[in-house]
Each structure stands twice: as C-alpha cells, then as structure tokens.
C-alpha cells in the first residue's frame, strides 16, 4: 500500500528543502565517525568524543529551542589529517539574541554539557591508562594536563616516578581534547562562548576582556607552537568581525542571581580545563 503523492505546493517545497538541509549535518556526523575511529584506531575514542562533541553543541541548540532563537542542528567537522580526527563542532545561529539572559543560558549550555559528559569518560580513561617508562626516543609528542585531568590522574595513578608517564586511554584522549575545546571555547573572546557570557555579565565592557584574551593567546603562541592557530583564528575574528560583541535586543534587563552563581561555575571549569601548553613534541 502506498500513499498518494503530495500536491505540489510552497510548503511542500520547503519541507523537502529542510529534508535537503538536515542531511548536510547528518552525512557530516558520519563522516567524523570515520574520521575519529581512523585518527586514533579507536571505537572508543570515536564514541566519546562524538558524545562529548555532541553534547556541547546540543546544549547550544535546546538552549536556543527554549528561548525561541532559530538555529541549525550541530554540524560536525571531520579532519581526518590531524591527531583527532575532528576539528570539534559547530551550530548557526540565525538570528539576534533576544535578551542578555538569553545570551547567558545559550552560550553556557554548551560547556556546561560538554563538561559534564566527559568527566565520565575522563575518570575511567585514567582508570584504563598505563604507567610506563618514557621512551627513550625523539619526537615523542606529549600532551599537556589541565588541572583537573592531573588532579585525577594522582588520585588514581598516584605520584609517578622520574622517567615515567602515563599512555592514555583512547577514551581519556577524548575526554583531554573535549576538556581543550572546553577551555578554548571559554575564553572571553568576541562571539565565542565565554565571549558570549562575558558580554551578557559586563555588557560593554566585554570588549577589554576580548582584547586581553587575544593578547593572552598571542602571548602564549611564542610559549608553545600549539597556541598558533588559536592566535591566527581569534585575529581573523577580530579584524572580520571585531572585537566587541552585539548587543541583544534587550540589553537593560541584568542576569539573575543564579545566572551569575552559573558564571561562577563556569569560570571554575575553565580553570579545570585550561592548561598553558597543550601539546610539545621531546626532541
């Protein structure tokens, strides 16, 4: 039995118009599946980061569902070429943001869920890493601890002895680079998401805090060569986009108290997650 055809209309159009769209992030989600699992040779990595990745932006997106702001679904973004697999992920939002609550909520919801959907994956990949002997090779690429990755990794492996280090689990690589995309995406800068908070607390004065974070990360790019990139992105988002952030509709009405004691929280996970030297190769 099959139904009959759909008479040709505008809204038919359009609804096979967003079919069309939503297969965009649909064939991108399968596409970084593939790319994570062949990066690091790991279902398990591929399923934690895609978890860590998707809950990040899905926190974005319901964010804006319940204050009534259009948007897309999450795009993934595949890079088969580099250690992850992925270059994270992102949602569109497509229209002004109506009020500095607004603001605040869609631009937390995401770290706050990201964060914590990879602390499971953060404590048992410690739990399944190994201590072993560094090897005694050049070239040997070493990932920098955030603060609370290291705090765990004491708890449960205990102080390590010179010349040893701990091999990561795939799963406890997933949580490290969910927790560095956590912290970048922290940074009071411009249009990202603690550029976001910072303006729906201090309004315009948020725009010193995205030059110091500039300044900051451009500082650290002479620390450590992994800081390269973010430097060249935030300057390109600064000289296309600018440096202050755009006003929401409503830019009088101020954050409650819980939203300030959830600012809080989020300064706190930032500092859990942020470390000055993400990456050094030992020559």
């Known amino acids: 039995m099959t139904d009959s055809p759909e008479p040709f209309t505008g809204d038919t159009t359009q609804k096979r118009f967003q079919h069309g769209l939503a297969l965009v992030p649909i064939s991108l989600f399968f596409l970084t599946a593939i790319s994570t699992t062949?990066?690091?040779g790991s279902i398990w990595?591929?399923?934690?980061?895609?978890?860590i990745l998707g809950a990040h932006e899905f926190g974005h997106y319901f964010a804006c569902r319940w204050h009534n702001v259009d948007c897309t679904l999450p795009y993934f973004l595949p890079m088969?070429?580099?250690l992850t697999g992925t270059l994270g992920a992102v949602i569109?939002?497509?229209?002004?943001?109506?009020s500095r609550a607004a603001l605040f909520?869609?631009?937390v919801a995401g770290p706050i869920a990201g964060f914590i959907t990879l602390l499971p994956f953060m404590i048992a990949g410690i739990v399944m890493s190994e201590v072993t002997p560094l090897p005694d090779e050049p070239g040997l690429l070493l990932l920098g601890e955030p603060l609370l990755f290291k705090f765990i990794a004491q708890i449960v492996h205990g102080p390590l002895s010179e010349g040893m280090d701990i091999v990561i689990h795939p799963m406890g690589f997933a949580a490290w680079f969910g927790m560095l995309a956590t912290a970048l995406n922290l940074l009071p800068f411009g249009q990202l998401d603690g550029g976001h908070l910072a303006y729906a607390v201090f309004r315009r004065r948020a725009a010193t805090l995205s030059m110091g974070a500039l300044a900051t990360v451009i500082a650290l790019s002479f620390v450590s060569y992994s800081w390269i990139a973010m430097a060249v992105m935030l300057s390109v988002m600064a000289?296309?986009?600018?440096?202050?952030?755009?006003?929401?509709?409503d830019d009088t009405t101020p954050l409650t108290r819980g939203r300030l004691i959830v600012a809080a929280v989020a300064v706190l996970i930032f500092i859990g997650c942020?470390?000055?030297v993400p990456l050094?190769?030992?020559w």
């Open 239 to 249: 000289y296309f986009m600018g440096i202050r952030h755009p006003a929401p509709w």
């Open 92 to 98: 569109k939002i497509r229209e002004p943001f109506p």
């Open 274 to 276: 942020f470390t000055p």
């Open 38 to 40: 062949l990066a690091v």
């Open 45 to 51: 990595y591929a399923v934690a980061i895609l978890l």
């Open 80 to 82: 088969p070429l580099i």
């Open 280 to 282: 050094t190769i030992d």
């Open 105 to 107: 909520d869609i631009g």
